[in-house]
């Protein structure tokens, strides 16, 4: 679908660093030929990637065809982006070195002549978190940071900074170089199809707002499930961990959109401003709520689709006594009018048996009074889950008679899928999130306060955890975890919930779930825990 020329970005020039690296080869190539074959792009525009590597600019631009057509794109769609890789330019440099600074300098400003991008800039940081400080104040020091008469911007990826002091300490470089308002820190999971559904789901429908609260809702769980292991990254997830890998972000920025208050616009800072009360009514955990709501685990050998897999401690470049969380549950709780006495869970891991990120809202039972010890059968839940990956969509449980019977009591799915019919995990969120970054739309990226705030609360499960010195719970791959991340929400009568994908009868382990209601009983007694 075309797009006119008034509603194009301004004119500029995206200057990559790490353009050899993973991100750029899996992400930005594909996001960027799909912007262009789609007239997203600005109509005055050029890539510079910038890498140590000695390479061509004929060498990029196929190595970006190669990397769009791994990602999925069609020969139709490349050949559509042939005009943007005639403007895609390489740029070989010590990006650590100041004194390479200069020639960058003097060849965005003959691109700039060449193709009229008038000075503007994006600075996509696509390089390790220790760059970003040091690439920001050269560029700073060397006057590219305020072309009089133009605008730059810098992206910077996660993790911002390894905790509080670090990403203040790394703040201040930004800002000093950039100004808050030219920050875009990027969270991939802002740039997902669903999230952004989210809130038009929450405040444009009567159906759902008025029992968005804890008057109605029973709790909710939030989760990001992962199949794979770390992979190649073990080195950089050795000294991160999942608690600071995904829930100081992924996993707050969902539960902020979840739990956040009509906006009184919807412009960027009215939605991080509502945001950010989401984070500041967070519920401070005591050393008590620490040893009890807060589950760490690492992932030992198992299976994964049906063939064993190594264990964490095994993987490349971990320590093989690594004490590191590739698991993290957590029992929160939003100190406001809203949602006082609704627990909240969170879960994220790796080596899980499905992949899938989804919200659940798990609404109060009824009364008992109609349907409860008179020969009805047992109810099920009420249960909203917005689904984000792999599937997006919508997915709504209640309870119904079923046809043909005297008494019987089922639980009926309504289902809307809105990417089933055009490919999973499509439109792809960087596509999204570039094409915001060159409008200037700041409105899915990350204030610095909301920054601030999610590092004070991770921060203090991270000091506990060190000074307890808390070991992690091993659980197989292939299982849904360690088993105190079950007895978290025994406590309170509580179970997880199945991810949407496991009410599929065809997947290997999951047969017959899909007759029953998504939680495989009722709930826990107060009393009692799982065996």
């Not at 740039?191 to 952004?196: D, T």
């Not at 029992?211 to 050795?238: A, H, K, M, P």
């Not at 007895?487 to 994908?501: E, S, V």
Request: overall charge negative.
């Amino acid at each position: 679908m075309s797009v006119t020329a008034v509603s194009r970005p301004e004119p500029c020039i995206l200057v990559i660093f790490g353009a050899t690296g993973d991100l750029t080869q899996r992400k930005l190539y594909p996001a960027l030929i799909n912007l262009a074959a789609q007239g997203r792009l600005p109509e005055h525009f050029a890539v510079v990637a910038v890498g140590r590597r000695e390479k061509t600019d004929a060498l990029v631009r196929e190595e970006a065809k190669r990397a769009a057509a791994a990602a999925g794109a069609a020969p139709a769609v490349i050949a559509e982006a042939e005009g943007l890789l005639k403007r895609l330019h390489y740029f070989q440099m010590d990006f650590d070195v100041e004194a390479a600074y200069p020639s960058l300098r003097s060849r965005l400003a003959g691109l700039d002549a060449e193709y009229n991008t008038q000075g503007n800039r994006i600075y996509f940081l696509a390089v390790a978190p220790q760059y970003f400080g040091s690439i920001a104040d050269y560029l700073y020091r060397q006057g590219m940071t305020a072309n009089q008469g133009a605008w730059q911007r810098v992206v910077v990826e996660k993790p911002f900074g390894r905790n509080l002091p670090s990403a203040r300490q790394l703040n201040a470089r930004l800002t000093q170089a950039f100004g808050e308002r030219r920050v875009y820190r990027i969270d991939h999971y802002l740039g997902k199809e669903m999230l952004q559904n989210l809130m038009v789901i929450r405040f444009a429908n009567t159906l759902f707002e008025p029992l968005w609260n804890g008057r109605f809702i029973e709790e909710v769980q939030i989760s990001i499930n992962e199949t794979v292991g770390v992979g190649s990254r073990g080195g950089y997830y050795d000294g991160a961990g999942a608690l600071r890998d995904m829930v100081q972000n992924h996993m707050l920025q969902l539960l902020t959109l979840t739990a956040m208050e009509p906006p009184v616009d919807l412009d960027a800072d009215s939605i991080r401003d509502e945001k950010v009360k989401v984070l500041r009514s967070l519920r401070p955990l005591e050393a008590a709520d620490l040893a009890t709501s807060v589950i760490r685990g690492q992932y030992g050998p198992g299976i994964i689709d049906g063939k064993p897999v190594v264990g964490y401690r095994e993987e490349e470049r971990v320590d093989p006594n690594s004490n590191t969380e590739t698991y993290v549950a957590l029992k929160l709780h939003i100190d406001n009018f809203r949602w006082s006495g609704v627990p909240f869970y969170l879960r994220t891991g790796k080596r899980l048996p499905v992949r899938s990120s989804e919200i659940v809202i798990r609404f109060r039972e009824q009364p008992g009074v109609l349907y409860f010890g008179k020969g009805y059968s047992e109810l099920g839940p009420n249960l909203l889950v917005i689904k984000i990956q792999p599937e997006e969509g919508v997915f709504l449980q209640f309870n119904a008679r079923q046809p043909g019977t005297q008494g019987t009591i089922v639980p009926v799915r309504m289902d809307y899928c809105q990417n089933c019919g055009t490919g999973l995990d499509s439109p792809e969120a960087y596509e999204r999130l570039l094409a915001d970054v060159m409008r200037g739309d700041s409105t899915l990226f990350t204030r610095w306060d909301e920054v601030e705030y999610a590092w004070e609360f991770v921060d203090q499960i991270a000091g506990y955890w060190e000074q307890a010195g808390t070991p992690v719970e091993i659980y197989p791959a292939g299982s849904w975890g360690p088993e105190g991340a079950d007895r978290l929400l025994a406590r309170n009568g509580h179970r997880w919930i199945l991810p949407f994908q496991c009410l599929l009868t065809d997947r290997p382990g999951f047969e017959g779930i899909g007759a029953g209601p998504m939680v495989e009983s009722g709930p826990f007694e107060d009393s009692k825990e799982p065996s």
